[in-house]
Nanobody
């Protein structure tokens, strides 16, 4: 089993920045993909970005530029640096880990962008 714990969410003003973290623990394989998804109220859960164990990062088209995903394999942690935040970025942000045929999710962290 794998456990994922997100942190770093909160309330931020438009134009501000936040850095989300997701720490993974448990039976983690060397080769995996970790990523971030988000779900706004009344909407489906959408991909934000993911990063492979080789360090290759991929972003949803609208996330390129203001968002940067990174990972620290020594601590099994991924990060999402979010800059120039907009009210439409308000959502619950979920961490995901995929290895072999299994997929694990964190509980989510709320990000609210409002003045």
């Amino acid at each position: 089993q794998v456990q994922l714990v997100e942190s770093g969410g909160g309330l931020v003003q438009p134009g501000g920045s936040l850095r989300l973290s997701c720490a993974a623990s448990g039976s983690i394989f060397r080769f995996n993909t970790m990523g971030w998804y988000r779900q706004a109220p009344g909407k489906q859960r959408d991909l934000v970005a993911y990063i492979t164990s080789s360090g290759t990062a991929n972003y949803a088209e609208s996330m390129k530029g203001p968002f940067t995903i990174s990972r620290d394999d020594a601590s099994n942690t991924i990060y999402l640096q979010m800059n120039s935040l907009k009210p439409e970025d308000t959502a619950v942000y979920y961490c995901m880990l995929r290895q072999l045929t299994s997929e694990f999710w964190g509980q989510g962290t709320q990000v609210t962008v409002s003045s």
